[in-house]
């Protein structure tokens, strides 16, 4: 996959606001006032910053954390991830694969096949629904 790599003003010209903060500052939302937490529509979700495909609407799941969580990606080099160490907590951030943008956390605490709820920022995403 070709890395994208862009300045930060070059960023900054081409996202909104919120999705600047979110996907180049590392911010979060808040929970259940997001876009996505409760969408069921069928398709895939796509990193706002680039377009690359990152989660498929069959492996969401209703989490009850209020942000659009799933249980895996769309394969398994559509994300990366690193240990993020702020506020105190040892948590693994989850970055595009494409541009590096943040995109929210993976913990191992839900009852999917794998275990794993990747716990994503609705801004941080773009929804491209199944015709």
Known sequence: MEK??????????ELTPDQYRLLR??????????????NKHDGTYLCAGCGSALFSSDKK??????????????????????TDRSFGMVRTEVKCARCGGHLGHLFKDSPTPN????????GALKFRQKK
């Not at 994208?4 to 010209?13: A, Q, T």
């Not at 799941?61 to 690193?82: H, I, R």
């Open 115 to 122: 275990g794993m709820r990747y716990c994503m920022n609705s």
């Open 25 to 38: 500052q590392k911010g979060t939302e808040p929970a259940f006032h997001n876009e996505y937490w409760d």
């Open 4 to 13: 994208i790599v862009k300045s930060d003003e070059e960023w900054r010209k």
């Open 61 to 82: 799941f209703d989490s009850g954390t209020g942000w659009p969580s799933f249980w895996d990606p769309v394969s398994p080099d559509a994300v990366e991830t690193e």
